[in-house]
């Protein structure tokens, strides 16, 4: 995935994701193999706090001034729909979480943008910052946008739109994705809490590349969630 931040930073996200199934969710990730190795790893008991994200995402305690009219978020604001969505996906693994969080803050400039502006792809987006595919394949699965999203289909802006029309879409993205994207073996590596397990995360699924930059954002995020590797 390429990213998008706030400096002149043009790397962007070719992310894969998917869709919020506001449904039941199979949890894949604690399986026969992955359980011990998960286990290791505290198992998170409390929704994510805005501090917890200010930990992980500095420049998210303020929207004053934002670079795109109507896409900031603060803290506060992203929080409860942050943790609605690993409630939705099932994922109570804290070294996921982590990964999870560290991924949207720094691919949408901490949290600032919710669209693709550099260099400005049309249909890209989302708080993953997803191509215009996987936004196409997420829509596709959200059973409360059924209709709207017949009206939309073919159209990646219109699609893009209809994500962005309530929060727990837009913020649902990274979870689906790790949850329906991610091959057991990534999310077995992952779930360990351990940099390699994260990288592989990245560079398997994701698609990009590991920079200073983007693990910064998941150092802070491994220490505010208390990850501790296997």
């Given at each position: 995935m390429h990213t998008q931040i706030t400096l002149t930073t043009t790397l962007f996200a070719v992310l894969a994701t998917a869709s919020p199934t506001w449904t039941f969710h199979v949890k894949p990730y604690l399986s026969a193999r992955s359980g011990i190795a998960a286990r290791a790893v505290a198992i998170a008991a409390a929704e994510i706090t805005a501090d917890q994200i200010l930990a992980i995402s500095p420049k998210s305690s303020t929207c004053d001034n934002p670079p795109a009219e109507g896409e900031c978020a603060?803290?506060?604001?992203?929080?409860?729909?942050?943790?609605?969505?690993?409630?939705?996906?099932?994922?109570?693994?804290?070294?996921?979480?982590?990964?999870?969080?560290?991924?949207?803050?720094?691919?949408?400039?901490?949290?600032?943008?919710?669209?693709?502006?550099?260099?400005?792809?049309?249909?890209?987006?989302?708080?993953?910052?997803?191509?215009?595919?996987?936004?196409?394949?997420?829509?596709?699965?959200?059973?409360?946008?059924?209709?709207?999203?017949?009206?939309?289909?073919g159209d990646v802006a219109a699609v893009l739109d209809l994500l962005l029309s309530d929060e727990k879409y837009d913020f649902g993205s990274a979870a689906w994705f790790l949850t329906t994207q991610c091959s057991e073996s990534v999310r077995e590596a992952l779930q360990t809490g351990s940099e390699e397990g994260w990288e592989g995360y990245v560079s398997g699924c994701v698609g990009t590349t590991v920079t200073d930059d983007r693990k910064a954002y998941w150092s802070r995020a491994v220490e505010a969630l208390g990850v501790s590797s296997s």
């Open positions: 603060t803290a506060e604001q992203a929080a409860p729909f942050i943790s609605d969505s690993f409630t939705t996906y099932g994922i109570d693994n804290v070294a996921e979480q982590a990964a999870l969080i560290s991924l949207m803050a720094f691919e949408t400039g901490d949290f600032k943008y919710n669209r693709n502006h550099f260099p400005g792809v049309a249909g890209q987006g989302t708080r993953n910052m997803q191509s215009p595919t996987f936004n196409d394949k997420y829509a596709s699965s959200l059973t409360e946008l059924a209709d709207a999203y017949a009206s939309a289909e």
